[in-house]
């Protein structure tokens, strides 16, 4: 953080915790999303069973969210596992309501969707924006990472209730959810539609994208998969994350650009 006065006022420079928005970002996103989904098959059918898969990797995510925490800047390796995390434990989430507590697919997809207003509610009041270019404060980031929880819950939700309810299959499923986020990039790119609107909704929606296609690679054929196995499938989506992080490591390539605000602005 820096900071420099023009005439009266002092203004601040701060730098975002989180990464830019680029073609890198949604890449590694959907990539999570997939293992999210296959490796949380993985660890249950290892013996850990739901309810064990559930605490440890609800133990790893907090421990690494208590490091993205104390972090006082932008680093892609720590931001990225926290994200593969929460991916597996925002999956978990809305199997333990299905599988569990035998909450309907439905009554799910509106309490987070709810619960994902609620959350985006409060952090507006709160902070005056929904912008993730400044997530530069504690509060802001918490609110951010609440609202990615549940936008991993909803999206896997709303993904197996789609499922559930056409039974298209894993790939038409996976087409019919990338035309619906290019449909969204097209609005903000082309028509602009409010930036922040259009992010949060590809973000929900990459969930059940990453979900088909991890299904649709690790299921057995008799399924409608290519039977790679969940195993399989996690190794090689976590080897193509690590490699494209370490590149934006080295590079920069995602490096947020800083944020400058009033010293006595809503930053606190």
């Known amino acids: 953080?820096?900071?420099?006065?023009?005439?009266?006022?002092?203004?601040?420079?701060?730098?975002?915790?989180?990464?830019?928005?680029?073609?890198?970002?949604?890449?590694?996103?959907?990539?999570?999303?997939?293992v999210g989904e296959t490796f949380a098959d993985l660890l249950a059918g290892l013996g850990l069973g739901l309810g064990g898969t559930t605490v440890v990797m609800t133990v790893l995510f907090l421990a690494a969210l208590a490091a993205q925490?104390?972090?006082?800047?932008?680093?892609?390796?720590?931001?990225?596992?926290?994200?593969?995390l929460v991916s597996v434990v925002g999956t978990l989430l809305t199997d333990n309501l299905t599988d569990v507590f035998g909450v309907p697919l439905v009554v799910s997809t509106v309490v987070f969707a709810v619960a994902l207003a609620a959350t985006f509610w409060?952090?507006?009041?709160?902070e005056g924006t929904l912008s993730i270019h400044s997530i530069v404060t504690g509060r802001r980031e918490a609110f951010y990472w609440l609202a990615i929880l549940f936008t991993f819950a909803l999206g896997t939700a709303v993904g197996d209730l789609v499922g559930e309810k056409l039974g298209l299959g894993y790939w038409p499923t996976a087409l019919i959810v990338a035309v619906l986020i290019a449909a969204v990039a097209v609005s903000h790119?082309?028509?602009?539609?409010?930036?922040?609107?259009?992010?949060w909704i590809a973000y929900v929606l990459t969930r059940p994208l990453g979900a088909s296609l991890g299904d649709g690679l690790s299921q057995p054929r008799a399924d409608g998969g290519l039977g790679l196995g969940t195993t399989v499938t996690s190794l090689v989506f976590l080897v193509v994350i690590l490699a494209v992080v370490s590149y934006l490591a080295v590079s920069k390539r995602d490096r947020p650009r800083p944020v400058e605000d009033e010293a006595a602005g809503g930053l606190r």
């Not at 925490?69 to 593969?84: D, E, I, M, Q, S």
């Not at 602009?192 to 259009?198: E, G, I, P, S, W």
């Open 1 to 34: 953080m820096t900071s420099t006065r023009t005439g009266a006022q002092s203004v601040r420079t701060w730098a975002s915790k989180v990464p830019e928005v680029t073609l890198f970002f949604w890449v590694i996103k959907v990539l999570s999303t997939t």
């Open 69 to 84: 925490f104390r972090a006082r800047r932008y680093v892609p390796a720590l931001y990225w596992l926290t994200v593969v």
């Open 122 to 126: 409060a952090w507006y009041a709160k």
């Open 189 to 199: 790119l082309v028509f602009r539609a409010n930036a922040v609107l259009t992010f």
